[in-house]
């Protein structure tokens, strides 16, 4: 007796083939079982120490947050032998959490208050090439790298410095106040016909600031004495 013929349908071979990449699957699976136990061990332990490293940075963070806090807090108590104790120890200790950062401006400010030029300069800079994110504090970075060139009687570069860390705060009031300390410089360093710029554009730009007003009394004196140096 003839037994009747099956008929192979388009769900028949999906199923078989489904079945037959099932068992390849298993097979490939039994061959490498050892391969694969190391593998997800290695992942797990990837994770680990990828946890670890941010609950180390975390607590990083939070010690350089709290001595930074604690020396900014000297600092505004004009302690500055203390201050430079806890900023050191948070800018020193914990990399480059944004704490640590804060601290490295903070001792720009400090060492220059000290005295210690040089040193204040170093600070500065380094906060801009490891940490200079932040505008507001980028530019005043860069306006204490004026500072102390200007103490070191590099009173063109300090200009610029000062040019520059306005450009940062284009916009802002602060730029008003940096582009006056521009125009100064430029002064000491016998350059009034670019002082006289920064003033007239102090004036069109921030005509509202008090910077503008000074501006217009160091040009009108300028004027009387016929464009000679008056730091």
Known sequence: MLRP?????????????????????????????????????????????????????????????????????????????????????????????????????????????????????????????????VNLLKSAARAGISACQEEQGNFLAAAEGFEEAARIQDGHSGAAHYLLQAARCYRLASNIPVAITIYERLKLEYPESAEADRAAIETAQLELEGGLNSP
């Open 5 to 133: 013929k099956k008929h192979i349908t388009r769900q028949k071979i999906k199923e078989d083939k489904f079945v037959t990449q099932t068992l390849k699957t298993i097979t490939w699976l039994k061959k490498n079982q050892r391969i694969l136990t190391w593998a997800g061990v290695g992942v797990v332990l990837v994770g680990i120490i990828l946890w670890g490293s941010v609950s180390a940075r975390r607590a990083a963070e939070e010690e350089a947050s709290l001595l930074s806090l604690m020396g900014g807090y000297a600092l505004e108590q004009q302690d500055l032998q203390q201050a430079r104790t806890f900023l050191l120890q948070a800018a020193e200790g914990y990399g480059r959490v944004p704490s640590a950062g804060r601290a490295t401006f903070m001792l720009g400010q400090v060492f220059f208050r000290l005295g210690a030029i040089d040193t204040s300069q170093i600070y500065f800079q380094r906060y801009l090439d490891r940490f200079g994110k």
